[in-house]
């Protein structure tokens, strides 16, 4: 017979109870669980034990701005140390007014997003109306809290369209949902927040809006070793979603930035030895 | 990622050629996952006719440097000549093999001209030389270098040869490597001189 102790309910702890007189019971830990939240790691109990989370080993941002929601990602995969693929898609286009990127567990994002996109066209044939940004990432999060602690690692932004505008949402495994203007996700994200942060603002043009996204994922991309490959850059309006760009490779962008600030490479510029 | 070999990154790869030997090696310097400066010497001139390469924890590469510097320098004082390559490769051993106890987180290759012949060793990181190879690499891309080292590498090639055939090496396998890249330089020694070309690579 299964039986709660309330004292043990909060670890998800269940034992059997013996019909001894003698009860299992499991030792309660004596200080207060402190549990950490952050933004894109894990959530950790007691300080946590790891020095950086691999499984977000990427760069994704969104920022909403006065012509809709600009997505740019990078496009790498690595396993460890390892480069698996600089050619992956970590925008999924879960319909024509819907858009999620994908951070984590690549099997994860495909899966729930391609659900996610079952639903939203099954709520629109049911229902004669889509389904709205806020409704549709409400649905990730409840997904996603109902298989808490079992493994998911997913940290995407839903970014979509609908009658009431352009809507940016933050969902993560854990369960969290943030609406917001700016979000960048990954390994990389504090490199896209400090270009981000700098430039940003609400009334940047539409091309503007996609320099800056792809300023910011290249620097990114040059300082995170778990990001880079190509930058893919997605815009969101009021008619759907738009692919501007499919893939610019990070390395000419490198070059060409460097050109600008006059940096043409004839030589060692800070004429470090070589030797 | 763990382990403090792998905490700064970087690859570096050794080839001998006909009369000459070649020397390639990364220039990032990392810690763990984030990129602080992609113009890190590996690759020291020790004296006109050996290079040292050096790929593993930053701050023993740049120790065991200083003090084969020293070495070689107090060499040259108290005995008035210079040090033969084939020295040289036995004084790297010994020197590691000191610290046994206590190790120099690093992987040498020694490149050198000796009489025109050229000498390549390598050395796991308390002193076991290995000096009977063709070409040998190091550091975290080591293991994608050797693939293309394989594919690319004929013996008794030219200095020019060489130099290309090292340098699409060490490109490829960093490529593949996300610890190493940023850049690349390649040396190329021959009895008339050493060259030094750096390479235009990835810079993610």
Redesign the interface.
Known sequence: MIDFDPSTFGLAHTYQKEDKDEINTLALPSAPQVIYKTLNGPTQINGGNK??NFKH?TTTLGFVFKEGILLAVDS?A?M????SSEQVRKVIEINEYLLGTMAGGAADCQYWLAYLANHCRTYELKNGSKLSVAAASKFLQGILIGYRNSGLSMGCMIAGTDTTGQHLYYIDNDGMRLKGDIFSVG?GSTYAYGVLDNHYRYDLSLNEAVELGIRAIYHA?????????VVRVYHIHKDGWTKVHDGID??DL??QFAKQKGLV?D??E?K???? | ?SGIF?YN?GSIVGMKGKNCIAMACDRRF?Q????ITT?Y?K???IQDNI?LALSGLNSDIHTFYALMEKEINLYNLKENRKMKPTTFANLVASSLYERRFGPFFVTPIVAGLENGKPILATYDSIGCKSDLDDFQVGG?GGNYIYGACEAFFKPDMSPEELEEVIGQSLVSGC?????SGWGG?V?VLTEQK?T?K?L?T???
Not at chain 1, 272 to 275: A, D, P, S, V
């Open positions: 020095l950086t080993g790498r690595s460890g140390s390892f480069l390994s991309t040059h300082r995170d070793t778990a990001s880079g490959g990070v390395v490198h070059y490479g030589g060692d800070a470090q030895r070589l030797f | 990622m792998e990154g990392g763990q996952m984030s990129t113009n010497q690759v020291f001139k290079l975290t490529d593949r490597d996300s610890l330089v040396y050493l030094v750096i235009k990835k810079q993610t």
